[in-house]
């Protein structure tokens, strides 16, 4: 099954980077962390405690970049993959 969604970077001088991704006409806004969960297993696939919630594991899949376009503080190409692990805390917003 493909999936796709779409991400927006974001700039202020006073809160930096941000991102705004859209799937499915839902949106979420995201910030990077200096915070790293605390994983139960190496396989990736137990709950992960972060900032003291604990976070269970609900996909893994492979991600390419199909469509680039604008200015990014990475170099970024249409075709660059990797594998992304999503993590969900419900009924956490």
């Keep these: ?9 974001l700039f202020s001088p006073y809160q930096g980077f941000r991102w705004l991704s859209e799937y499915n006409g839902h ?4 910030k990077t962390t200096t915070h790293h969960p605390q ?11 972060y900032l003291n919630k604990k ?28 594998t992304v692990s999503d993590y969900i805390c419900p009924p956490s917003s």
């Design 55 to 82: 976070f269970l594991h609900f996909q893994t899949y492979a991600s390419r970049v199909v469509f680039v376009l604008g200015e990014f503080y990475w170099k970024v190409t249409a075709g660059e993959s990797c």
């Design 1 to 9: 099954m493909n999936y796709e969604w779409s991400e927006y970077l």
């Design 39 to 49: 994983a139960g297993e190496t396989d990736g696939r137990l709950p992960v405690k």
């Design 27 to 30: 949106w979420n806004f995201l």
